[in-house]
């Protein structure tokens, strides 16, 4: 993971917790920059998309030009919150059609609003002990196509998942401190 380039999309959203997390994971042997053109991918090994509002995010990559770039983009793509509803292959909604780079479908807010927020202890393939996650007004993945490895489900669905180089999550691993799965999807690329 020495010298890995990782771009966070800097358009809305938890940016800068992403910044210090990947900052932080990569123990100063990379660089972390912030992506608000096509021309801020270059050279990037890994591409962070925060959570955040999703339909905000999807009309912003529009206007900024990034949605082809994020959508060819070879590298490996960590998916956190409304970024899980980005990376979709389809979703409930017809407000914005996602990006289609992950064979998942996504409901948003599937929990319900604000208030339904919640902490849980997940099991997550890969790590050794459980992993305190946050969710947000999060998303939930109610189906996953047959390349994409489940790594972590709640009783109403999948909440985390693989595909190749991308690592997609429902809740937000930037806030608690924890930094296993930023490493493990550092590790991954």
Excluded: W, Y
């Excluded at 509002?53 to 009309?59: F, L, Q, Y």
């Excluded at 389809?90 to 599937?110: C, H, K």
Aim: hydrophobic share 45%.
């Amino acid at each position: 993971m020495a010298g890995k380039k990782v771009g966070v999309l800097a358009l809305q959203g938890d940016v800068s917790e992403h910044i210090r997390a990947f900052e932080e994971a990569l123990g100063g042997e990379g660089e972390v920059v912030p992506v608000r053109s096509p021309a801020d991918l270059a050279g990037c090994d890994a591409l962070a998309l925060p959570g955040g509002e999703s339909t905000t995010i999807a009309r912003l990559i529009d206007e900024s030009g990034l949605r082809e770039a994020i959508s060819t983009f070879d590298g490996g793509i960590f998916a956190t919150c409304a970024g899980m509803v980005l990376v979709a292959a389809g979703i409930g909604d017809t407000r914005f059609t996602p990006l289609g780079i992950v064979d998942i479908v996504v409901d948003r807010n599937a929990f319900g609003r604000q208030r339904e927020s919640f902490e849980a202890d997940l099991l997550v393939t890969g790590l050794d002990a459980p992993f305190h996650a946050v969710f947000i007004r999060a998303p939930l993945a109610v189906s996953a196509g047959p390349g994409v490895e489940v790594l972590a489900t709640v009783p109403q669905g999948i909440v985390a998942v693989r595909q190749g180089e991308h690592m997609v999550l429902s809740f937000h691993p930037e806030l608690g401190g924890d930094l296993r799965l930023h490493r493990m999807f550092l590790a991954g690329l």
